[in-house]
């Protein structure tokens, strides 16, 4: 069973940096695409940033470019987003995604709330 577990959410004040991560289980993780995706209150999905299998290719939203970081750990099935220089417009529920035979995963989410 594939399983997606994020943590790492909180209460942040703007202008800070958290780091969010996501434990994979059931399935082979180092050989997948990842992604993360958010969603704000009251919004639609949106995607955030994504990485390739191995971590040697990145690709971000442009609102979040220069400010976020995606990388991994294939070792531990783990995937990571480093935030910085953080905004109320951040807030949102953040979800691990993987796509794996056509059929996307998510996790439960961590809520990241950027609030003074």
């Known amino acids: 069973e594939v399983q997606l577990v994020e943590s790492g959410g909180g209460l942040v004040q703007p202008g800070g940096s958290t780091r969010l991560s996501c434990v994979a289980s059931?399935?082979?993780?180092?050989?997948?695409?990842m992604s993360w995706v958010r969603q704000a209150p009251g919004k639609g999905l949106e995607w955030v940033s994504g990485?390739?299998?191995?971590?040697?290719?990145?690709s971000y939203a442009d609102s979040v470019k220069g400010r976020f970081t995606i990388s991994r750990d294939n070792a531990k099935n783990t995937l990571y987003l480093q935030m910085n220089s953080l905004k109320p417009e951040d807030t949102a529920v953040y979800y691990c995604?993987?796509?794996?035979?056509?059929?996307?995963?998510w996790g439960k989410g961590t809520l990241v709330t950027v609030s003074s």
């Open positions: 995604n993987a796509r794996i035979l056509g059929v996307d995963y």
């Open positions: 059931g399935f082979t993780f180092r050989t997948y695409a």
């Open positions: 990485i390739s299998s191995t971590g040697a290719g990145t």
